[in-house]
C-alpha cells in the first residue's frame, strides 16, 4: 500500500506539476494577446489594451469603427503588434473625427514613443488632426551617445487618408519598413521618414509597395538617410517624391538613399486652387525680401532639394508638367548643409517613351558637384544660355573637377536659380500652373488623372 501511494503521490505529483506548468504557459500565452471589439470583447478602446499589455505582445483589433488616439510609450511596450483581424484594410477603422485622448483632442491614430519592433497591420486611419501612424524616438538628439530609441519598425497593409499632416510618420528612427499600404489627401506627405540619426552602421529603411496619391508630397524625407524607395506608384501628388534638407530638423543633410523601380507620373495637383480637397500645412519655405514666399514647386516628379548622394534609377518618369527630376541646393541653410551633391540619375526610362512627356525630363539649378544622368530614355534637359547642357548634366561617373556649369557650391547658375525662384514665388501660388505644358495623358494602368477646376486665372 505504501508504495502503491508513493507511486499515485509521484504520478499525481507530475502529471499535477505538468498540468500546473501547461496552465502556466497557456496563461502565460493568452497574457500575450488582447482582443479589441466594438460588442463582446473585454477591451473595446485599443489604448485600455495597450496599457495592459507588456513586451512582445499582440493587440488584436476586429472589424469596426474606433474613435480614438491610441498613444504607446516606452520600451516596456518593445515588440507590440497591433493588427486588424481583416486582411481588407478598410474593415478596421480608426476614425479621427472627434476622437479624444485624455490630453484633448487626438493627433494621431496611433503613436509610439520609445518603442523598437513596432508592427502596424490591416487598419485604415483618417481624419487625425495631426497624422495617422506616428513612430518617434522622443529625443533624437542623444544618438550621439549611441542611443536610438526607435528602430525596425513595420506597418503594413494600412491605409492613411485625409489627415492633416502626414499618412505615415517617422522621426528619429534607425530601420523600419513600410510595405503595401496607401496614403491620400494629406497636407504635407503620404509617407515621411524625417531626421534619420548618422549610424557606423546603416541600417536601412525600406518604402516598398505604396501607393501615394492626392497629397502635396507623395513622399517627403527631411534629413532623411539609409532609404530606399522601391516599386511604388506615385502619382496625382504636388511632387512625388522629396527628399530635402531643412534647418529644422536633426541630422542634415538628406543623404545616401535610394529611389528604383518606381512608377513615377502625373504629379500635377494644385492643391492651392479653392477647390481642391487638401491644403498645405505649410506656409512656404521662406522669404526672399522683396521677392516673395518659397512655395514647394508642383508638377515634378522627383526633387532632390539638397540632397547629398542620393540615387535615383530604373523608374518610370512620366506626364509631369514641370520636370520629371530636379536638383536644387538652398544657398540660405545654415551652416551651408544643403548643397545638391553626389547624386545619380540613371536608366530611367523618361516621358513614356514619348506617349505621355514630361514637360522637360531633367532641370538642375547649377550647384554643388559630383551630380550626373546616364542610360536615361528619352531625356531631355532644361537648358541655361549661361551653360550647356554637358556642363549642367554631366554623364556618370562624374568628373572630379567642378565643371563650369556646376558653382561647387550652394549657389546654382544665375538663369536657373532665376527661373526656380520665379516659380516657387508665383502669386498667388496656384498659378504655378500657369507655366506647365499641359496634354492629355493616354491610359495607364488602373489610374485616372486628377485635376482640379476651375483652374488658376493666368
Known sequence: ???????????????????????TAT????????????????YKSIQKAVDKSKKNATILIEPGKYKEGVIVEGHKHDGLTIKGTNKNAKKTVLDGKNAKTPDGPAQNAIQFIDVNDATVENMTVKNYLSNGIFLRDSNPGDTGNG?????????????????????????????GTITKSVGYGHGDSAFYIGATP???????????????????????????????????????NGAGIVPNTLDSEPFEPAADGI??????????FNYFLPNSRVQTVSNGLGEIEGVGTLQYPTGLGVALF????????NNNIFGNFKWGVAEFSDPFNEGDNATSKNNQVIDNVMGKGGTDTNAVDFWVDGSGTGNCFSGNVSSTFDPSPSATDAELYPPCPPSSTVTPGASGTSFGNTDQLGEL?????????????????RHDHPAFEKFKPLTVTPGPTC
Open 306 to 313: 539638397g540632397a547629398d548622394g542620393w540615387i535615383v534609377r
Open 421 to 437: 525662384i520665379g516659380y516657387v514665388t508665383s502669386d498667388p501660388p496656384e498659378n504655378q500652373e500657369c507655366s506647365w505644358t
Open 27 to 42: 496563461a502565460a500565452k493568452k497574457s500575450k494577446t488582447f482582443e479589441v471589439c466594438e460588442f463582446g470583447c473585454k
Open 198 to 236: 548618422i549610424q557606423k552602421k546603416p541600417k536601412t529603411t525600406k518604402l516598398t509597395k505604396l501607393e501615394a496619391y492626392e497629397n502635396v508630397l507623395g513622399y517627403s524625407g527631411t534629413n532623411s538617410r539609409y532609404v530606399k524607395i522601391t516599386q511604388g506608384n506615385w502619382y496625382n
Open 147 to 175: 542611443k536610438i530609441d526607435c528602430n525596425d519598425y513595420l506597418v503594413k497593409n494600412v491605409i492613411a487618408s485625409f489627415n492633416r499632416s502626414y499618412g505615415i510618420y517617422a522621426f528619429g528612427c534607425a530601420g
Open 259 to 268: 529611389i528604383e523601380n518606381n512608377n513615377i507620373f502625373w504629379n500635377n
Open 1 to 23: 500500500m505504501t508504495r502503491r501511494l508513493g507511486v499515485a503521490l509521484a504520478l499525481v505529483a507530475v502529471f499535477g506539476i505538468g498540468l500546473i506548468a501547461v496552465g
